[in-house]
């Protein structure tokens, strides 16, 4: 069994991107989903566009689903690169540039967050803060159960 991002360590974690966002003076959109994609919790600053809404949550997507960071799919998705495509072969749900992360416990994925609303190097600082947040925080005292896990494959 394995551990679930709760709506309080989710709400811990976009708290902190936003702070962090605050003190860079960029607004954006922060987005936790589980392991499944789906949203825990999302979060628009004022002044943050509105098309961040929606790149935020396929950051969050993309990450959870692959198991990774949205900025290493960017130059295996170029011409000519082995996922050239992707991004369109998905009717636009996978994003190939930073921001996204996968949120990891003992080895598994639990979920992602996603930020979006600045430069691409914005969004990654700020998705970090969050992601820190995530992956030091436990479900020990939560009142769910733990739910079965999913591994990521380690390409050989």
Avoid: W
């Amino acid at each position: 069994m394995v551990d679930v991002i709760t709506m309080d360590q989710a709400l811990a974690a976009v708290d902190a991107s936003v702070n962090k966002a605050k003190s860079m003076r960029v607004p954006v959109v922060v987005t936790v989903v589980d392991a499944g994609g789906h949203v825990i919790v999302q979060q628009r600053m004022d002044k943050a566009m509105l098309i961040s809404i929606r790149i935020s949550q396929k950051k969050a997507e993309t990450s959870a689903l692959s198991f990774l960071t949205t900025d290493s799919f960017a130059p295996r998705s170029t011409p000519g690169a082995e996922l050239y495509g992707i991004q369109e072969s998905s009717c636009g749900d996978i994003i190939v540039f930073g921001g996204g992360f996968p949120v990891r416990r003992n080895g598994d994925v639990i979920g992602a967050i996603g930020v979006s609303g600045g430069s691409v190097e914005e969004d990654m600082a700020i998705a970090k803060v969050g992601l820190e947040a995530l992956e030091s925080s436990s479900s020990e005292d939560a009142p769910v159960k733990k739910r079965p896990g999913r591994k990521p494959k380690v390409a050989k």
